[in-house]
């Protein structure tokens, strides 16, 4: 099984600011087969990105994946405050394991 | 708009049984691959089970294979967990999840809101 790590484990940033988020896995991802979602308090995850860089439906441009292989990215140009949630990488071909989470805070 | 409700969570002694309903609507339920998530409350996700569209192929992760079983009813729209043998590390929030497809590989685009099963005595 594909084990996930992302990292930082928690990120402070500012509205406005541009955040990192990376995701290594510990063999290759199949055809980047690989998704980010976001989870808010008290809410259900929600899909961002799949394909590693295809944004889903009603995901506006500031979000941004890339990356192959082992190595992967979110990027968040500019933080919005409803952007401050836990962002979850996981592939979906052979594996389904979720990383573990990287908590995007206020700083 | 795709809709996923869950229910039947609850509190369960250990040992006990529980079974989950997922109802879905707003896409061709049939042809899309279910999944079901968990999470601990303050950790993270787990996937643990995922049946294709047709229903013909079930998959289980090894913390609950041989416990829980995962079956669908295309007809009513209805995603099913069982769960027996339950154990106090099965506490967590389960959520219904519908895949990108019908078939590996498949992500997952919409999710329920999720139903939370307690395992306590």
């Known amino acids: 099984e594909i084990v996930l790590t992302q990292s930082p484990g928690t990120l402070s940033l500012s509205p406005g600011e541009r955040a990192t988020l990376s995701c290594r896995a510990s063999q290759s991802v199949s055809s980047s087969y690989l998704a980010w979602y976001q989870q808010k308090p008290g809410q259900a995850p929600r899909l961002l990105i799949y394909a590693a860089s295809t944004r889903a439906t009603g995901i506006p441009d500031r979000f941004r994946g890339s990356g192959s292989g082992t190595d992967f990215t979110l990027t968040i140009s500019r933080l919005e405050p409803e952007d401050f949630a836990v962002y979850y990488c996981q592939p979906y071909g052979s594996s389904r394991a979720f990383g573990q989470g990287t908590k995007v805070e206020i700083k | 708009e795709v809709q996923l409700v869950e229910s039947g969570g609850g509190l369960v002694q250990p040992g006990g049984s529980l079974r989950l309903s997922c109802a879905a609507s707003g896409f061709t339920f049939s042809s899309y691959a279910m999944s079901w998530v968990r999470q601990t409350p303050g950790k993270g996700l787990e996937w643990f089970s995922g049946?294709?569209?047709?229903?013909?192929?079930?998959y289980y992760a090894d913390s609950v294979k041989g416990r829980f079983t995962i079956s669908r009813a295309n007809s009513e729209n209805t995603l099913y967990l069982q769960m027996d043998s339950l154990r106090a590390e099965d506490t967590a929030i389960y959520y219904c999840?519908?895949?990108?497809?019908?078939?590996?590989?498949?992500?997952?685009?919409?999710w329920g809101q999720g139903t939370l099963v307690t395992v306590s005595p």
């Open positions: 049946i294709s569209g047709g229903g013909s192929g079930t």
């Open positions: 999840v519908k895949g990108s497809r019908g078939s590996y590989p498949y992500y997952f685009d919409s």
